[in-house]
């Protein structure tokens, strides 16, 4: 591995079913996404798009709502892998999976973005309270940008490219990758150039001008970027996915997918 992380061993194989309470946990999670606001509506559509045996990678996974629901789509063959810079949340993430069972689970302590190196995290804080949510990678950043006018904590994390992190883990086959990095999404894209190219995968990335201005771009940029690499788009509607043709304004999750990749023939409504 290139740097500290937990998770199973690439000698052994996982147990042949998923402990009950890991796949209670990620029902439940399932469940909560279309009735509570804090929970987002893609987690329960997204697993759909999971094949059993899957690799998945979670970059920004805080307390990993989204690694527990793809670790239970993706099942006892499967492979997530969490990257998470934040202690408190990784720490969370890594008592979930203890407590769960969430063994085809592995979290790096690391921040995902364009080059390897080290950075600092900003931890936004509101009224004396941490919002993980919306930090981000400050050390690539020209600004607070959307987060102007918090007082915000620095953390000093490792940084590592997806292409690099991959190598080095000898991922052979990456089949999906949701990017959830308050703006940096974009250089967490460019990282993973090798891996886009050889694998397709299927991707969920949040686009948010509002983030991605103080890295540099907007939304249409990097959705054009991903169409000029033959991928399509489509926003949640629904219980399923509506094509698109421009990055959407009502909705901050954009799923992207490859006629070469694992859903050549994904399935859309409306």
């Known amino acids: 591995m290139s740097g500290p992380s937990e998770g ?4 052994g194989r996982p147990s042949r079913r998923l402990p009950r309470r890991l796949r209670t946990a990620a029902s439940l999670l399932r469940r909560l996404a279309p009735r509570v606001a804090a929970v987002e509506d893609e987690l329960d559509a997204l697993p759909r798009l ?16 989204y690694t527990l629901v793809l670790a239970d789509a993706a099942g006892p063959e499967g492979h997530v892998v969490a990257f998470e810079p934040l202690p408190g949340p990784r720490r969370l993430l890594r008592t979930a999976r203890r407590l769960l069972g969430g063994g085809t689970v592995e979290t790096v302590a690391a921040a995902v973005a364009q ?35 918090w007082r915000h904590t620095a953390h000093a994390t490792r940084v590592v490219t997806l292409d690099a992190w991959c190598a080095a883990a000898d991922v052979a086959h990456v089949d999906l990758i949701k990017v959830d990095v308050e703006g940096a999404e974009q250089r967490v894209l460019a990282g993973a150039e090798h891996v886009l190219r050889r694998d397709r995968p299927t991707l969920l990335v949040e686009l948010e001008d509002r983030h991605l201005g103080r890295f540099g771009t907007d939304a249409r940029r990097v959705f054009d970027g991903l169409l000029a690499r033959g991928y399509r788009a489509a926003v949640l509607a629904g219980d399923g996915w509506r094509r698109i043709g421009a990055p959407s304004r009502t909705r901050r999750n954009h799923l992207f997918w490859h006629p070469d990749g694992p859903h050549p023939a994904l399935r859309l409504t409306g």
């Not at 199973?8 to 000698?11: A, F, Y």
């Not at 999971?50 to 307390?63: F, R």
């Not at 919306?134 to 600004?143: K, Q, V, Y």
């Open 8 to 11: 199973p061993s690439r000698s």
């Open 115 to 149: 080059e390897d190196g080290e950075g600092t995290i900003g931890l936004p804080v509101r009224r004396g309270v941490p919002v993980p949510g919306r930090a981000f990678l400050t050390s690539s950043a020209d600004g607070l940008g959307s987060n102007a006018g």
């Open 50 to 65: 999971v094949a059993a045996g899957a690799t998945c990678l979670d970059v920004g996974a805080k307390h990993g709502a």
